[in-house]
């Protein structure tokens, strides 16, 4: 368990979008060098960094960019004091990380259905390049309430030219792609699967809100396999606070998670509804 934050370095920094930040970092855990000193970290698309800010807070931030054997990225959205001190870093300043932690995508043979809003196809984006090393094509739905909101956008389009991925994008004002919600687009995209094709794979992240229409959406396909990332407020990322539990069966996004099955989400009453605040009391979403 990787209990103590390291110091890093920021090598490069992309702004995404008008509140979206990615920076890059060579980073390997105390404990994770082998005898050559190069990196054997396990890393499964999904999982998370503790990021500490000295003297401010330390903040749980997904991984969006792994590149073996110690190169990592994460794309940070500016809602708060710490992420904004995050985004207002310069290339060359440090902050602290911790892991990766939780449990990540099961990444199977099947392409997969890539599903994503806003910020919430940061995590996907690691297990969407993968799937694309290795010469599968897979589909990525891209979702914003406008075109500068459409994270990775050029990225993913240049994927489909160069690799053949199918990528469908959509936002809320019709200022770039199909105007309309993300699940309206999914649906369609699902519609386009001849009538007796199993979806094998789909994997989604974004609002909570979108998240449940989501499922409703892979349970109405027969998708075989859903998945989803869920964000909720952490203190220690380890499982130990319980700040991050989902009821009625006290999971905790930070190491049950944060990525669930539709199964799994289905039996959880919170899913939806449900969050804690900092001081451990419920709100409703």
């Not at 969006?64 to 995050?86: H, M, N, Q």
């Not at 349970?219 to 990332?229: G, I, N, R, T, Y």
């Not at 289905?266 to 509804?273: A, E, L, P, S, V």
Request: net charge neutral; hydrophobic share 40%.
């Amino acid at each position: 368990m990787i209990r103590k934050p390291k110091l890093i370095m920021i090598e490069k920094m992309v702004h995404e979008t008008k509140s979206i930040v990615s920076l890059y970092f060579h980073y390997i855990p105390a404990g994770c060098e082998n005898k050559d000193g190069q990196s054997t970290v396990p890393f499964t698309p999904g999982q998370f960094f503790m990021i500490w800010l000295p003297h401010l807070d330390e903040i749980p931030i997904s991984v969006s960019f792994f590149e073996p054997p110690d190169y990592w990225g994460i794309s940070v959205k500016i809602v708060g004091e710490a992420t904004r001190a995050l985004c207002g870093l310069h290339v060359g300043e440090q902050f602290g990380v911790r892991g990766p932690l939780g449990s990540g995508f099961e990444i199977i043979s099947s392409p997969g259905i890539f599903f994503g809003g806003g910020v919430g196809l940061a995590p996907l984006r690691p297990a969407i390049l993968r799937k694309v090393r290795d010469k599968q094509k897979p589909t990525v739905v891209n979702c914003a309430p406008c075109g500068e909101d459409l994270l990775f956008h050029g990225e993913f389009e240049q994927l489909a030219q160069e690799n053949g991925i199918d990528y469908y994008f959509a936002t809320e004002d019709g200022s770039c792609g199909c105007q309309g919600l993300g699940t309206e687009l999914l649906v369609q995209v699902l519609e386009k699967f001849p009538s007796k094709t199993r979806i094998k794979y789909l994997a989604a992240c974004g609002p909570e809100r979108m998240l449940v229409k989501a499922l409703d959406i892979a349970e109405k396909f027969k998708v075989l396999l859903f998945q989803a990332s869920l964000e909720r407020m952490m203190r220690c990322g380890m499982g130990m606070c319980g700040l991050c539990a989902i009821d009625p069966l006290g999971l905790r996004v930070c190491k049950d998670g944060p990525v669930f099955s539709g199964e799994v989400l289905r039996k959880c009453t919170d899913f939806g509804r449900k969050v804690r605040e900092f001081t451990g009391h419920k709100r409703d979403l």
